[in-house]
Nanobody, 129 residues
Framework: QVQLVESGGALVQAGDSLRLSCAAS????????MGWFRQAPGKEREFVAA????????YYADSVKGRFTTSRDNAKNTMYLQMNSLKPEDTAVYYC??????????????????????WGQGTQVTVSS
């Protein structure tokens, strides 16, 4: 079992930066592939970023590539999402997720919400123009 708690969401202005954290409980955090998703009002939940168990490999949605960076510190059981050059269209509830089935998700499994079986409660990010 893994419990995930996101933090760091805030109201910011366009162009600002923000760092989200995802704190995990459980001894097997380092063995899980992790991901970030977001959901804007009236829209489907969408993939943002994925990271493998060691943090060496990351993958991003085209909409955030070059602006967002995900990382993890397995010693602290924490994953991060550094968001730079924020845009109003980044406004959403951001969720972290963990996959107990793989240390690294391959191909389209990385971006599919169904590949992840543990989810946090979400943290709100609002970007004003």
């Amino acid at each position: 079992q893994v419990q995930l708690v996101e933090s760091g969401g805030a109201l910011v202005q366009a162009g600002d930066s923000l760092r989200l954290s995802c704190a995990a409980s459980g001894r097997t955090f380092s063995g899980y592939a992790m991901g970030w998703f977001r959901q804007a009002p009236g829209k489907e939940r969408e993939f943002v970023a994925a990271i493998n168990w060691s943090g060496i490999r990351t993958y991003y949605a085209d909409s955030v590539k070059g602006r967002f960076t995900t990382s993890r510190d397995n010693a602290k059981n924490t994953m991060y999402l550094q968001m730079n050059s924020l845009k109003p269209e980044d406004t959403a509830v951001y969720y972290c997720a963990a996959s107990s089935s793989a240390r690294e998700l391959i191909g389209t499994r990385k971006v599919a919400a169904g590949s992840y079986d543990y989810w946090g409660q979400g943290t709100q990010v609002t970007v004003s123009s």
